[in-house]
């Protein structure tokens, strides 16, 4: 396995453990094991972004070009009208 695979995969790893912190952390009452939760999600956002930023240095992942101002505005018109109705 080279480098790159293995920084991908660890990559999409670190992704589900932030949606399960995501899903865990608004469903749980007990006050300490959600703030223990915040913390363990917190630390796992600060390991994603340095192996991004190492994906990103070594060109390993190349993010999606930016939106245009016209997609933007398509995209907030769809959800501007869909929280209307």
Same mark, same amino acid.
């Not at 995969?9 to 999409?12: A, C, E, G, I, S």
């Given at each position: 396995m080279d480098e790159k695979t293995m920084v991908s995969?660890? /990559?999409?790893s670190i992704n589900g453990e932030l949606k399960m912190f995501g899903e865990m952390i608004p469903q749980t009452? @007990?006050?300490e094991l959600?703030?223990?939760?915040?913390? /363990?999600?917190?630390?796992?956002?600060?390991?994603q972004e340095k192996l991004y930023h190492i994906a990103r240095?070594? @060109?390993y992942y190349i993010p999606a070009a930016k939106a245009t101002p016209e997609e933007k505005q398509h995209v907030k018109s769809i959800l501007t009208q869909g929280t209307m109705k």
């Open positions: 995969d660890t /990559l999409v009452e @007990n006050k959600k703030a223990c939760l915040k913390q /363990l999600r917190n630390e796992c956002e600060m390991s240095k070594k @060109n």
